[in-house]
């Protein structure tokens, strides 16, 4: 069993029992891109590589470079929308 996770970052807090919040309000999100919150927000300052995202979200299946850009851009957009202020927080970097 994995340790529960705990973080606050901009005005959210990520939890991993309890989800997502922003300013105390829930922000649904769907299981994916809660993962791949998640493992973003532990790995704060360090790249993620396409690879860990695939072992840790999708337990190492195989996926397209497409499912997971659509499912970045949905939690990138989520994060938007709770916090406007947000757009910065997550970076893509290609190459």
Not at 25 to 54: A, C, D, H, Y
Not at 62 to 78: F, H, P, V
Request: glycine share 6%.
């Amino acid at each position: 069993m994995e340790k529960r996770f705990h973080a606050d970052f901009h005005g959210f807090v990520i939890d991993s029992e309890y989800g997502l919040s922003f300013a105390g309000k829930p922000v649904n999100l769907p299981p994916k891109e809660f993962s791949m919150l998640l493992i973003l927000v532990k790995n704060t300052g360090q790249r993620v590589t396409k690879e860990q995202l695939i072992e840790t979200v999708w337990n190492s299946a195989s996926i397209s470079d497409e499912s997971i850009s659509r499912c970045l851009s949905m939690l990138k957009s989520a994060l938007r929308k709770a916090n406007p202020g947000a757009e910065s927080l997550i970076k893509t970097e290609y190459g």
